[in-house]
């Protein structure tokens, strides 16, 4: 490109030639902090992963869930079975019993203490209700567990009234301890059908990677 000799140039032709690198420049510096309008929202992956995460919390809370609605329930057939026979033997089982449905139900409360955390808006209501729910069920198997104990502590003592009476009590903490259990475990299944729910219709056709995952979320979930 030929060098410009500004002494030749008329003074029209100056301002002229003036103008036009005022407008290059700034047709430049427009173009450096022009954003486009679909970067006003968060990037796409940020919003994928955020997703992601909110599925795998939810499918893990409903995993931890399920495990301990069957502690509870073992613990309330092992009580139930044993109805009628007093013995330090049965006590002590019951006991083991309710002390795993009980730290189960904490594991699944901490689960879904991490899952109403990272819910996203379409579930975080049903993940709410799934946390609450998992510390009700906590909190029924921790008296089961305590009354189990008080069980065999009569049973020890080999006072049969007491030890019957007991165990009683024990059987019917441990069914309300299976009951709470059980309706955590379906309050963490809608949360998490929920959030699966959201991710479908969410989903981005053009990235396989977020479709794909999906299928395999709600396949470990069933």
Known sequence: MPLVDWKKMTPNALRACVASV???????????????????????????GTRDAAGRAAREAEQAARRA?????????KSKASAGKVSRALAEGIRRAARKAAESATRFEAKATVAARKAIDE?????????EESSKAVAASRE?????????????????????KAAQATRE????????????????ADAAART????????RPAGPDA????????????
């Open 22 to 48: 005022a407008m290059a420049v700034g047709a430049c510096a427009f173009a450096a902090d022009y954003t486009a309008p679909g970067r006003l929202s968060p990037p796409q992956n940020t919003t994928d």
């Open 196 to 203: 699966f729910e959201a991710m479908k219709r969410t989903a």
């Open 69 to 77: 609605a069957d502690a509870a329930r073992a613990a309330a057939e």
């Open 123 to 131: 579930s975080k209501d049903a993940a709410r209700a799934a946390q």
């Open 144 to 164: 089961a567990l305590a009354m189990a104990e008080k069980s065999l502590d009569r049973a020890a003592k080999m006072n049969k009234v007491e030890a019957e």
């Open 173 to 188: 903490a441990l069914a309300k301890a299976e009951e709470a259990a059980r309706l955590a475990a379906k309050a963490a």
């Open 211 to 222: 479709t794909q995952a999906l299928p395999a979320l709600q396949k470990e979930n069933s």
